[in-house]
């Protein structure tokens, strides 16, 4: 492949919107009530029409015979680069928000920057991305404060969470070799120039939601490389039954 | 009041039902009237949101993304549906939580046809193909009922269960057009829901016992009988149109009538799910009440953080 780091690139930000969109669709139907039901369907809805416009982009650069299904779903687990935040399960709302709300401050930081980007395709997608996403960010960063600061028990909750999925935030900053390679075009975005503005940002909402930030200096990484936790295979093989039990059609 | 003045309003108000003007909240109507559009409309609130459950099933496993992102739109529609038949049983003087109490003890009903399992892609066609396609047949009439937010409500409801209609037929052609797996997963799903979907436009008239009230105030048009056999004339050509064949070897176009002859349906079948023995009953409601327990701290923290916000708000103002 002529531009296979922009094609991995690529694969990198749509893997994050896929694994996370199908998290918050396993959802559906199953909320704690009507209203957030319909909000967190329309997340996921986001996030695969993103995805959409990805893989689209990524079949034309790969320019063989894949299609944007192909690279969504027939993939080895080992291949997909999502980090491991957005494939956390849904242990509880705490947890599905918790996830979400970590993710949303980091994507929405990154889309402003890939706004800039020199790939005209990139830029527009973001460009687009960007009014979702910051939706997203607003609607669960209240949710943060609102189960922060509701009950006991709910702050309990939203606390063990945050606690919990704290390990998986650094590694939202780290850099790939495809990331250098673009940013060295001007086609990427330096993650690790975002890592400040992300903590203060967290900070600040957990403060509000009267939540600790945890202290904990231990994270985990490998999402990127394709190395991941033990979750994710369970989701590819909800996410790819069709295509794999049914071969080369069309549906 | 005495009787003579309830006689009165009565007579006044199915005189405005007579003239077609529309009953709005804050009107007085008969009791009977109120407690029959609780039932009706919240059976139907319900059977939105119990209806989300066989297709959300299939959310994490569509085979396309352009699939996947069609059925979540979808399942989110019967959501929003539920939402505003909700909201339009409040107006009747009944609170949300008493609804879904009623939904979670089992006192309210809803449709049966969500008692069956969806077991494979094709189901995602059959549904929205046959199962939308009945909603619609019973619904387009009740845009005209008498009850003015229930109306309102299924002029909304109408216009999106037609484009689940066609998305679900168009599910079935592509695969009726597909390869001989395909084609034979959409036969397999035809001939699972067709039945069902039949028996989902209600009892025969001769069982059915709300028809003649419901049919003066509108809530009610044709007869189930009429219905079901303006379904089968209508679905019975969509079938021949994509070569799939409708499970029913007593199926015989009667040139007389204009319309098809159908065979016998089993209606053992239809009492046993609607007595709660379906297939999937217990799990239907099992999901329903589980996501509705495990959401409880949920709203709680809501309602505590809105009222905090409230007293802080106020404490600011002194
Ligand atoms: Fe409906
Ligand atoms: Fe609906
Ligand atoms: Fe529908």
């Not at chain 1, 790969?62 to 690279?71: L, T, V, Y």
Request: glycine letters at 6%.
């Amino acid at each position: 492949m002529k531009n296979e780091n922009l094609y991995n690139y690529i694969l990198g930000i749509a893997d994050n919107s896929l694994i996370l969109g199908q998290r918050m669709g396993e959802l559906c139907g199953h909320g704690p009530n009507l209203e957030t039901d319909i909000a967190c369907t329309n997340i996921s809805l986001d996030l695969f029409g993103q995805v959409r416009s990805y893989f689209q982009y990524a079949a034309k650069i790969a320019g063989d015979e894949r299609s944007e299904d192909d690279i969504a779903m027939l993939r080895k687990e080992r291949e997909y680069k999502n980090v491991l935040l957005v494939e956390q399960p849904n242990t509880n709302f705490a947890y599905t928000l918790g996830r979400q709300f970590l993710f949303d401050v980091y994507h929405l930081a990154f889309l402003k920057e890939l706004q800039k980007s020199t790939d005209l395709t990139l830029s527009a997608i973001a460009n687009k991305c960007v009014k979702e996403v910051s939706y997203h960010e607003r609607f669960s960063s209240d949710w943060i404060k609102r189960l922060g600061d509701g009950t006991e028990e709910s702050n309990a909750k939203m606390q063990e969470a945050i606690n919990d999925l704290w390990t998986y935030t650094d590694e939202l900053f780290h850099q790939t070799n495809a990331d250098k390679a673009m940013l060295a075009e001007g086609i990427g975005v330096d993650v690790t120039k975002l890592k400040e503005d992300y903590y203060n940002r967290v900070n600040a909402v957990l403060e509000v939601a009267t939540l600790n930030t945890p202290e904990s200096k231990w994270f985990q990484k490998g999402g990127k490389e394709g190395i991941h936790t033990e979750h994710l295979g369970y989701l590819l093989s909800d996410l790819q039954y069709m295509q794999r039990t049914y071969p080369n059609m069309e549906w | 009041m005495s009787e003579e003045q309830i006689k009165n309003l009565e007579k006044q108000f199915d005189e405005r039902i007579a003239r077609d003007e529309k009953i709005e909240p804050k009107d007085w109507m008969p009791e009977k009237y109120r407690k029959t559009h609780i039932r009706q409309m919240s059976q139907h609130a319900h059977s939105e949101i119990i209806g989300m459950l066989p297709e959300g099933n299939w959310i994490t496993r569509a085979p396309s993304l352009r699939r996947k992102v069609a059925l979540l739109a979808k399942v989110q529609d019967e959501a929003g549906h539920g939402l505003y038949l909700y909201s339009a049983t409040e107006t009747l003087g009944i609170s949300r939580d008493e609804l879904y109490e009623q939904l979670h003890t089992g006192k309210a009903k809803y449709s049966s046809i969500f008692n069956y399992p969806t077991l494979t892609w094709a189901d995602m066609g059959a549904i929205g193909w046959l199962v939308d396609g009945a909603a619609i047949i019973n619904q387009v009439p009740l845009c005209n009922t008498s009850y003015g937010p229930y109306a309102r409500a299924m002029i909304r409801v109408c216009k999106e269960e037609s484009f689940h209609q066609r998305q679900g037929y168009e599910i079935m052609i592509k695969l009726a057009n597909g390869t001989p797996e395909q084609k034979e997963m959409a036969q397999d799903a035809l001939n699972r829901w067709w039945w069902p979907s039949l028996m989902m436009l209600g009892p025969t008239d001769d069982k059915s016992v709300h028809t003649a009230q419901s049919m003066k105030w509108k809530l009610k048009r044709k007869t189930n009988d009429e219905l079901r056999q303006q379904f089968i004339d209508q679905t019975v050509p969509q079938a021949d149109l994509i070569g799939l064949t409708v499970p029913d070897p007593d199926l015989k176009w009667n040139e007389e009538r204009q319309s098809y002859d159908f065979g016998a349906i089993d209606w053992d079948e239809f009492w046993q799910v609607v007595k709660g023995h379906g297939p999937m009953n217990k799990e239907r409601m099992k999901a329903r009440v589980g996501a509705w327990e495990r959401g409880e701290w949920v709203r709680d923290a809501a309602m505590a953080h809105a009222k905090k916000k409230q007293e802080r708000k106020e404490k600011q103002a002194v």
